[in-house]
């Protein structure tokens, strides 16, 4: 009689919370991961675009070092030779850059060309 209420109890309650506590333990634990996983993606980001920030810092200075320096001494700096010395430091950096950094970009649904752009003006502008 014991054994037969004895395991309508565990029946009735133990299992009943046993899975509750199951449950509960894979929600914290999937909380746990996506976290991780949140911040690994955010670090993976920022690890990017400072890459970016580093590779369209240094195409800009080999260029301004090269192709702009060269132009300048004539005393004419023409849109034409802005337009190429913009293509230029746009192709450096791509080759500067990692296929991992431009893979996280890509990934984060980063516009790359527009960013590009930005920063190399801005780096232009800095370096006026």
């Known amino acids: 009689m014991q054994d037969l209420i004895l ?3 565990i029946t009735a309650v133990v299992l009943p919370l ?11 634990l999937n909380s746990k991961i996506a976290l991780v996983n ?3 993606l955010q670090n993976t980001l920022a690890d990017a675009t400072d890459e970016l920030d580093n590779a369209v810092s240094l195409a800009v200075a080999e260029v301004g070092a090269t192709f702009v320096k060269e132009i300048k001494k004539d005393g004419v700096f023409s849109k034409e ?8 430091a746009v192709t450096r950096t791509m080759e500067i850059m990692s296929e991992s950094g431009m893979q996280a970009l890509a990934n ?3 516009n790359i060309s527009a960013y590009i752009k930005s920063l190399i003006e801005s ?3 800095a370096n006026k």
């Open 7 to 9: 395991e309508m109890v």
């Open 38 to 40: 949140n911040e690994i």
């Open 108 to 110: 984060a649904k980063i």
């Open 81 to 88: 030779d802005a337009t190429k010395a913009y293509e230029m």
């Open 123 to 125: 780096n232009v502008e």
């Open 18 to 28: 046993l899975g509750w506590a199951v449950k509960a333990l894979t929600s914290f």
